[in-house]
C-alpha cells in the first residue's frame, strides 16, 4: 500500500452536488443567477486553456476573455512556460509583481531560474530569486549556483548535506557541489569527508575530482581493477599514502556492498597501522553499507559496532540519522547518545532526536540524567499532539484526555475565504472539475500563505467549506495547520462512519485503527489510485482484493473496489487478516499493510522482545516508518472522536515479540 494523496484525482459525485447547489442558489435573483452562469462559463474555460497551452494566437485570445476571472493569470502563464528558456528575466519580474505571491508566479520563476542555470546563465536567472519563496531541492541548489555565481560565496554554508550526498540527486544538486569543490570556503576536511563518501558509494569519476581537489592523484584504471575483485586486493593492499588509503576505502565499500558480513570480518585486520582517522572512515564505510542495506542483509550487531568505532570524524546528517536508528535498534542507549550528539544543532532539536535523547538519557544510572530525560518529556507533551509527543506523554503517565478542540470560523473568516484569491483560484478550479495538479497546487498554495500569517480563521474557513463539499483531502490539509485555533473534526474526518465501524468490528479491529490507516492511506478520497494499482479509501491492491473475496466467498469484481463499502469490508477484513498473522500486534500489522506482512516479519528482533517505539524507528523504509507512526498517531486521535476515552498511544503499540520461523 503506498501512501501517495497527490495523485491527480476526480470526484465526480461532488462536482454534481456543487453544480446543483449553484443552480438552485439563483432562485435568490435572477441577476446573481446570471452573474454567476457568467463567472462559471469564463472560469470554464480553463479547461480549453489547458488543451490550447502550445497555441499563442488562442492563448492570447483567452487572456483577453479571461483578464476578469479568479484564473485568469493562466492564458499568460501557459504563454510564458511555453518558451521560458528564452524568455528575458523582465517579463517573469513583471508577471510575479502583478500576481504577487501567487502559486503560479511562484512556479513560473522557479522554473525559469533552474532553465537558467541549465543554460550557464546566471546573471539573467539573479533577478527572479526575490520571487521564489517555497523551493524544492532541485530549485534550492539551482537558487544557490545562481547566488554563488553572482557574488553570494558563503551560500555554501548552507548545503552540507547536497556537498556530502551520494544518492541520486537533481542534477542542479550535483552541479552544486561541483561549484563547491573550487571554493575555498571547503576545508581539506571537508574535502576528505566528501572523498571517502564518493568512494564508499563507488563513484570513480566524483572522487577522482574531489581527491585532487586535495593533491590526491587517483587513477581510474586501478579503481576499475579493484572494483572486479575488492576483496582479493583487500587481501594484498599497500598502506602507505593517501592513495592507498583512498584505494581502500574504495575496495571495502565495493566489497561491502557485495558481501556484508565478509567486509565486516575484513575491517579490523585491515584497520591495522592506519592513521587513527583512516581506521574510523573504513569502519564508517562498513557501517553505513550495513546500516543502507538492511532491506538486504537485515538487522546485524556488528554493523553498530562498526559505527561506534568510526565515531571521532564528523558524520553526515544521514549518516549520524543511520548510527542513531541501528544504536535504536539494539537498545544501545549510549550510542544513541553519541549519535545524537554527532547531529548538527537544527537536526537533534527534532522532536523524534529529542525523544531518543530523553529514551536514552533515562536508561543511565545518575539522577541528572534522569532528570534530563523527565525535563524533556514533559517539554515534548506539552507542545503537541504529534507522534512523539504523544509518546512522551506516556512516559511521564499523562493520559492523552485533551477536549477535542471544535473551533469555529466566523461569518468574517468565511465572508474573507470568498474574498481571498488564493482560495477563489483552487475553488474555481475544483468547481470545473480541472486537473487536480493544478486544483491542489493552488490550495497548497492558498493553505500555505495563510499559514505563514498564521490566519487560523481563514484555514478553519477553508476545511469547513471543503469538508462540507466532500472535500476530505484538501480539508484536512488546511485543518492540520491551524497554530492556535483547531477543530480535530476537520483534522481527522469521519466520513463513512457506520461502514467504517460496522465493518471493523465484524472484522474483530478497533475502528479508530481502521480510520487512522484508511487517513493515512488516501485521505478519504475514494477515487485515489497509486502508481502500484492500489485504490479506493483503503488502498487495496488487486491482488490483495482477489485473495480477499475468495477468503469471503465472494467472486472478485475490480470496479467494486471504488464502492466505499466494498473497499472498507476488504480493507477491514485484510487488517484483520494480517493482524492474525503478525501476533496480533497492531504496530506489526500497520507496518505490514504498507510493506507487506513477510517485511514486517522480518524486521521482527531475533533474541528478544523489543519495544514498539523501537522497532518502528529502526523500519530501514523510510515510507513504511512514517507510515506506522502516522497511523498510530491518527488512531489516538480517532479513539477520542469515536468516544473510546481517555488515549494513552503505548497501549496500541505493544511490545513486538520474537520472529517465529514456523
Not at 571521532?312 to 550510542?335: K, L
Not at 524486521?603 to 498510530?632: C, F, G, H
Request: contains cysteine; hydrophobic residues 35%.
Amino acid at each position: 500500500m503506498q501512501d501517495d494523496i497527490s495523485l491527480v484525482r476526480e470526484n465526480v459525485l461532488n462536482q454534481k452536488s456543487i453544480k446543483k447547489n449553484k443552480i438552485t442558489s439563483c432562485v435568490l435573483g435572477l441577476m446573481a443567477c446570471a452573474s454567476l452562469q457568467v463567472t462559471q462559463a469564463v472560469e470554464e474555460q480553463f479547461n480549453d486553456v489547458l488543451r490550447n497551452a502550445n497555441n499563442p494566437a488562442l492563448l492570447e485570445q483567452y487572456k483577453y476573455s479571461m483578464q476578469n476571472d479568479a484564473l485568469g493569470y493562466y492564458p499568460e502563464y501557459f504563454s510564458l512556460n511555453s518558451n521560458l528558456a528564452f524568455q528575458p528575466p523582465a517579463n517573469i519580474v513583471s508577471f510575479a509583481q502583478r500576481y504577487p505571491q501567487s502559486a503560479m508566479a511562484e512556479k513560473l520563476a522557479a522554473d525559469y531560474v533552474e532553465e537558467k542555470v541549465k543554460q550557464a546563465d546566471f546573471a539573467n536567472a539573479q533577478p527572479v530569486l526575490a520571487y521564489v519563496s517555497n523551493p524544492d531541492q532541485a530549485e534550492s541548489c539551482a537558487m544557490a549556483q545562481v547566488r554563488a555565481r553572482t557574488g553570494d560565496s558563503l551560500v555554501f554554508a548552507e548545503f552540507k548535506d547536497v556537498w556530502l550526498a551520494t544518492n541520486t540527486q537533481p542534477e542542479s544538486c550535483n552541479g552544486l557541489g561541483r561549484l563547491m569543490l573550487s571554493s575555498p570556503l571547503m576545508t581539506t576536511e571537508d574535502r576528505q569527508q566528501r572523498l571517502y563518501a564518493q568512494l564508499r558509494a563507488g563513484q570513480s569519476g566524483l572522487a577522482i575530482a574531489t581527491a585532487q581537489s586535495i593533491g590526491v592523484n587517483l587513477s581510474l584504471a586501478q579503481l576499475n581493477q579493484i572494483q572486479a575483485n575488492p576483496l582479493n586486493y583487500l587481501w594484498t593492499a599497500p598502506k602507505a599514502n593517501v592513495q592507498d588509503y583512498a584505494y581502500l576505502v574504495f575496495a571495502l565499500g565495493r566489497a561491502a556492498d557485495t558481501d556484508l558480513t565478509s567486509a565486516l570480518q575484513t575491517t579490523p585486520r585491515l584497520a591495522q597501522g592506519l592513521p587513527a582517522n583512516v581506521q574510523k572512515y573504513l569502519y564508517r564505510t562498513v557501517g553505513y553499507i550495513g546500516g543502507t542495506t538492511v532491506m538486504k542483509n537485515n538487522f546485524n550487531r556488528q554493523v553498530l559496532e562498526s559505527l561506534d568505532a568510526s565515531y571521532g570524524v564528523p558524520f553526515s546528517a544521514e549518516e549520524a540519522e543511520i548510527y542513531a536508528r541501528q544504536a535504536i535498534r539494539f537498545g544501545a542507549w549510549e550510542s544513541v547518545i553519541r549519535a545524537i550528539d554527532s547531529m548538527s544543532v537544527t537536526q537533534k532539536q527534532e522532536d523524534r532526536w529529542q525523544y531518543w535523547l530523553a529514551r536514552a538519557s533515562e536508561q543511565r544510572n545518575d539522577r541528572q540524567s534522569k532528570k534530563t530525560a523527565e525535563e524533556i518529556f514533559k517539554r515534548l507533551a506539552m507542545s503537541g499532539d504529534d507522534y512523539h509527543n504523544l509518546l512522551a506523554k506516556d512516559h511521564i503517565g499523562q493520559k492523552y484526555n485533551d477536549g477535542l478542540s471544535q473551533e469555529q470560523p466566523s461569518s468574517n473568516d468565511m465572508q474573507r475565504l470568498n474574498q481571498d484569491i488564493h482560495f477563489r483560484r483552487a475553488f474555481a478550479l475544483k468547481n470545473i472539475n480541472a486537473n487536480a495538479t493544478y486544483t491542489n497546487r493552488e490550495w497548497n498554495w492558498a493553505v500555505r500563505q495563510a499559514y505563514l500569517k498564521q490566519d487560523d480563521g481563514l484555514l478553519l474557513a477553508a476545511a469547513q467549506r471543503a469538508t462540507n463539499m466532500g472535500w476530505y483531502d484538501r480539508a484536512i490539509y488546511a485543518a492540520d495547520r491551524t497554530k492556535n485555533k483547531h477543530n480535530y473534526t476537520y483534522r481527522y474526518a469521519t466520513p463513512h462512519q457506520a461502514l467504517v465501524v460496522s465493518h471493523s468490528r465484524n472484522a474483530g479491529i478497533d475502528p479508530a485503527w481502521a480510520y487512522g490507516l484508511m487517513r493515512q492511506e488516501s485521505r478519504f478520497v475514494s477515487a485515489a489510485r497509486s502508481h502500484v494499482g492500489a485504490g479506493g479509501l483503503m488502498q487495496i491492491m488487486p491482488g490483495t482484493a482477489k485473495q480477499v473475496a475468495r477468503q469471503m466467498g465472494e467472486t472478485y469484481n475490480p470496479a467494486a473496489l471504488s464502492d466505499p463499502n466494498t473497499n472498507i469490508r476488504y480493507g477491514t477484513y485484510y487488517l484483520s487478516m494480517i493482524q492474525r498473522q503478525l501476533s496480533n500486534n497492531p504496530v506489526l500489522a500497520t507496518a505490514g499493510y504498507n510493506a507487506g506482512p513477510n517485511r514486517a516479519k522480518r524486521w521482527q528482533p531475533d533474541d528478544r522482545p523489543l519495544s514498539a517505539d523501537q522497532y518502528t524507528e529502526a523500519i530501514p523504509l523510510n515510507e513504511t516508518r512514517d507510515y506506522v507512526k502516522n497511523v498510530m498517531t491518527n488512531a489516538v486521535h480517532y479513539g477520542r472522536l469515536l468516544g473510546q476515552g481517555a488515549q494513552v498511544i503505548e497501549s496500541r503499540m505493544p511490545v513486538v515479540p520474537t520472529r517465529s520461523f514456523e
